[in-house]
């Protein structure tokens, strides 16, 4: 049974910083593409940043670029991010997911490419 499970959500001053984890299990955790998606009070679900299953490739929402660091640790199953100069607008519930990429060092930034999500952790920014 695949589980993705996220931490670190909270709420943040603007201008400060969260971090949060993504702990896979159930899966080989070094096939799999990994990203970040948000969900915005009232608004679709949108890409944030992902990282290939090697992580040497990342790529960003423009609206996090500079601001935000993908990372991942294949020996710890897990995916981070890291979110600096935290605007009120980044407000969400932020989700990780899992995309199957054996052999691939693509970055897919369509939610309906992933195949495992979690539960989300939300994330208050407050003005």
């Known amino acids: 049974q695949v589980q993705l499970v996220e931490s670190g959500g909270g709420l943040v001053q603007a201008g400060g910083s969260l971090r949060l984890s993504c702990a896979a299990s159930?899966?080989?955790?070094?096939?799999?593409?990994m990203a970040w998606f948000r969900q915005p009070p009232g608004k679709e679900r949108e890409f944030v940043a992902g990282i290939s299953r090697t992580g040497g490739s990342t790529g960003y929402a423009n609206s996090v670029k500079g601001r935000f660091t993908i990372s991942r640790d294949n020996a710890k199953n897990t995916v981070y991010i890291q979110m600096s100069g935290l605007k009120p607008e980044d407000t969400a519930v932020y989700y990780c997911?899992?995309?199957?990429?054996?052999?691939?060092?693509?970055?897919?930034?369509?939610?309906?490419?992933?195949?495992?999500w979690g539960q989300g952790t939300q994330v208050t920014v407050s003005s």
């Open positions: 159930g899966l080989t955790f070094g096939v799999y593409a």
């Open positions: 997911a899992a995309d199957y990429r054996p052999g691939s060092t693509a970055v897919p930034t369509t939610a309906a490419t992933y195949d495992y």
